[in-house]
């Protein structure tokens, strides 16, 4: 789907037709749905069919939903232009769709991943909310009571937090139907009158990263002696959400010898600021034509991914290096045509973000970043 337009219908290659039947009609109209119904009943005869798809119930929900998951991929951290965003709010909202639009998921349990490692701050966030006022707090009540509800409905309830969330949402439940029963006492004839009466007399009365060097000699060692450096960028496509500072520059290397023959690679990867330890990314390092590949891992006090790789010799040229992690990886772009493809990429998703800051619909996630950077 293009996500500067959601308001279009996305693409979809139905792998299986009848199983679709259940959200055809609900994201591309019953026209649609009707033209697949005689395709699965008679096969032989179908031909080529072209409709223009009519929005229906499920068609803005699936919009942003597309949306959500494409701000988790590509949310940039530590880039200059944009502020960093709280991952796990993003994911309670994406699951709250997802809920929302369950008949397009063959399993539910991709919903219940996103919102079960979230409850306990689901029950914090909307007890938050709940005692804010204004349309925004509104709306967002909105959007955090159905996450509560798709958690309820979803989530083992041995999970923390979900009694938490069950009592909430008993709460809620019945603050509804007390507010149900209150305005179905009134009587409205005599409210609009006084309501006309205050307006006549209202109206009456007035009118109006930093480089290699700068940080000492690194995680090689101080008996390294450093004979080359230099930097490189990390192609984001190969790479999980967040993982490492977007911004140019975000791979340091060096080049030493410690008096043993041969010569020591050292690799480093500026980290996203609040990257928690985890799995290592892998660098390969083309010399020649067939890559060498070595792992970088975490390291807390440079907050980045650091590892160190022996060659046979000085290289006579500067290595190219790609970063990528395993559940990622792909054909590596390390032409000087491909890398500046790389940067505008990347200067393309940051145009998107930025431009959707104007939007009327920001997640819930998006408008609290945007908020603590103004601060």
């Not at 980045?304 to 290289?315: K, N």
Request: charged share 25%; aromatic share 6%; with cysteine.
């Amino acid at each position: 789907m293009d996500v500067t337009r959601p308001e279009r219908a996305p693409h979809a290659l139905l792998n299986d037709p009848f199983v679709a039947q259940a959200w055809l009609a609900g994201v591309y109209g019953s026209e649609v749905a009707r033209v697949v119904e005689r395709f699965l009943e008679e096969p032989e005869t179908a031909e080529p069919v072209t409709l223009t798809a009519r929005r229906d119930v499920l068609s803005d929900v699936v919009g942003r939903l597309g949306v959500g998951f494409w701000l988790h991929r590509w949310w940039p951290a530590g880039a200059a232009a944009i502020p960093e965003i709280d991952a796990r709010i993003l994911e309670l909202e994406i699951g709250a769709d997802a809920w929302s639009a369950e008949a397009v998921f063959v399993a539910t349990e991709p919903i219940t991943a996103l919102l079960e490692p979230h409850t306990e701050l689901l029950a914090t966030q909307v007890e938050a909310v709940r005692t804010a006022a204004g349309r925004i707090a509104e709306l967002d009540l909105g959007v955090l009571e159905t996450a509560l509800r798709a958690t309820v409905d979803l989530v083992d309830d041995t999970t923390p937090g979900y009694d938490a969330c069950a009592s909430l949402l008993t709460a809620i439940e019945t603050e509804n139907r007390a507010v149900a029963e209150a305005v179905a006492g009134v009587q409205w004839d005599s409210v609009v009158a006084d309501l006309w009466d205050e307006f006549a007399d209202t109206l009456a009365a007035s009118r109006p990263e930093l480089a290699l060097a700068s940080k000492g000699p690194g995680p090689a060692g101080d008996t390294v002696e450093v004979v080359r450096r230099g930097v490189a960028t990390v192609d984001e496509l190969q790479v999980g959400p967040r993982a490492v500072a977007s911004r140019p520059g975000n791979v340091n290397w060096s080049l030493g010898v410690d008096g043993d023959d041969g010569a020591l690679l050292t690799v480093r990867v500026d980290a996203a600021p609040d990257h928690p330890p985890g799995s290592p990314l892998l660098a390969r390092v083309y010399l020649n034509a067939v890559p060498e590949v070595f792992s970088l891992w975490y390291d807390a006090d440079w907050r980045a991914f650091v590892g160190t790789h022996r060659l046979s010799a000085v290289p006579d040229s500067d290595p190219r290096i790609d970063i990528f992690d395993p559940a990622y990886a792909l054909r590596p772009r390390l032409s000087e045509q491909a890398r500046e493809q790389v940067a505008a990429d990347r200067r393309r998703r940051e145009e998107i973000i930025l431009a959707r800051r104007d939007t009327a619909r920001l997640f819930i996630a998006e408008r609290a970043a945007w908020d603590d950077a103004d601060d």
